[in-house]
């Protein structure tokens, strides 16, 4: 029996070289990189930091989505695009080659379902909305919200889907979000067991379904940077990068 899960083992190395770096992904899609105003940098030099070692990772672009949250971070399309602005001209000073863009992490609540039905949501590519959902309670209305960002001439992304405890033991649920036309976005964290072995698990579930679109770092400072230098070691990346993600269409 070992001898054939080796031969097994063998196979899916054979199926998934190793990548050294991110470079193959091309585009970061979620990170807090916009300093102070939401829960990620700090100050611009953690940011001109963080940014020189994405580019040491091998992207060449980075969306970053600061959170539009009503309880906690009341961020605004001028708030965030002001920041953009400065963020460029910081990483222009540097001399760094590297694309920045913006666009949000929306909370799901009642202000995001508002936002929808203006028609008033900041995209990643002109076309994709990042949102997240509570950690503590299953949200019993997604299914329609997912709907009405479709009406509304966007395609949704639901932010670490391997994050929210209250799907562990209900996978179909994660069948039932892609079948309703949501993306899923992993944290490519999530890999190296950074948020915990029921998240990695999950995971790797998900990946070995098929079920993941992008990755994301979900970059909120150094010790996520330190983390995802690590994740580039991880089998379960080399296997997404194998399969290819959206994230590439950048
Ligand atoms: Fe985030």
Do not use: C
């Not at 709907?147 to 932010?159: C, H, K, R």
């Not at 039932?176 to 949501?182: D, F, N, Q, R």
Request: aromatic fraction near 12%; proline fraction near 4%; hydrophobic fraction near 40%.
């Amino acid at each position: 029996m070992a001898f054939l899960k080796n031969i097994f083992r063998r196979k899916e190395e054979i199926k998934y070289p190793p990548v050294t770096d991110y470079s193959s992904f091309i585009t970061d899609i979620h990170s807090h990189l916009i300093p102070g105003i939401d829960d990620g940098s700090k100050t611009m030099e953690e940011s001109i930091d963080l940014i020189k070692r994405y580019k040491a990772l091998g992207f060449r672009k980075l969306v970053t989505t600061p959170h539009i949250m009503s309880d906690a971070f009341r961020n605004t399309p001028d708030i965030i695009l002001g920041g953009l602005d400065k963020l460029r001209e910081a990483v222009r000073q540097e001399g760094l080659d590297i694309e920045i863009d913006a666009a949000a992490e929306y909370y799901f609540d009642e202000d995001f379902v508002k936002l929808i039905k203006q028609k008033n949501l900041l995209t990643i590519g002109g076309k994709y909305v990042l949102f997240e959902v509570s950690y503590m309670n299953a949200p019993d209305n997604i299914l329609q919200v997912i709907f009405d960002i479709q009406i509304a001439g966007y395609t949704p992304i639901l932010a670490h889907p391997e994050r929210y405890p209250f799907w562990y033991n209900k996978f179909e649920e994660y069948h039932k979000l892609k079948e309703s036309g949501s993306l899923l976005q992993l944290n490519t964290n999530s890999l190296n067991g950074y948020y915990g072995p029921e998240a990695k698990k999950i995971a790797e579930k998900m990946v070995d379904a098929n079920m993941i679109d992008f990755i994301g770092s979900d970059m909120h400072g150094v010790r996520h940077m330190a983390a995802l230098e690590r994740t580039a070691n991880e089998k379960y990346l080399w296997k997404l990068a194998a399969s290819g993600m959206k994230n590439a269409t950048l």
